[in-house]
């Protein structure tokens, strides 16, 4: 369950920004809705613990993310929260694999390559797996950060403008896939977006 409660956030010396209180149960996908400027990275951010409110509360199951220290934080982010960012960020040394044992690592779970063969291998990318990062094309890169996103399992996923630049077609492959990775492990699925090309597939929708 992903839950907000009176939430808001001020950047330094701007007007301070208040989002709508909303709860999403396990197992459900959303679509948050919002032009450029509305605050909706900011609000992902902060769903995501990588900000913390300025007033207000996140809930992540019966976790208050702002009862957790920065360590404790950080833990739970990685076993919990699975984000994908409009632009994925891999650590260019590292391998496909090394990427998502990374996750693992920083998660404190156990290493589980074979897990990440079988998840890489789903989302058509398998033949990757000890390329380096920047040798994929955007469409593998997109896959490659699906996998590291639900590599462990998390309860949350939070996708950032995950179509904003791609075709009709691409577009709808990365939602089926991001809708059929969330299901299949039972994540809360909540996509952030200005694209117009996704209302009305998603029932569950919040604006901002």
Known sequence: MLQTNKLHFSYTGAQTLTFPDFTCAKGEQWLLLGQSGSGKTT???L???LLSPTKGSVKIGETDLKSLSTAAL?????????IIFQKAHFVKSLTV???LILAQQLAGVAIDKQRIADLLNR???GHKLHAKTNELSQGEQQRVAIARAIVNQPTVILADEPTS????ENCEEVIRLLEEQAAAVGATLLVVTHDGRLKE???KQIKI
């Open 43 to 45: 609000l992902l951010h």
């Open 47 to 49: 769903l995501g613990g």
């Open 74 to 82: 950080d833990k739970f982010r990685g076993k919990n929260v699975g």
């Open 97 to 99: 694999q090394e990427n």
């Open 123 to 125: 989302l058509n990318v």
């Open 165 to 168: 630049a791609l075709d009709d």
């Open 201 to 203: 597939r998603f029932e």
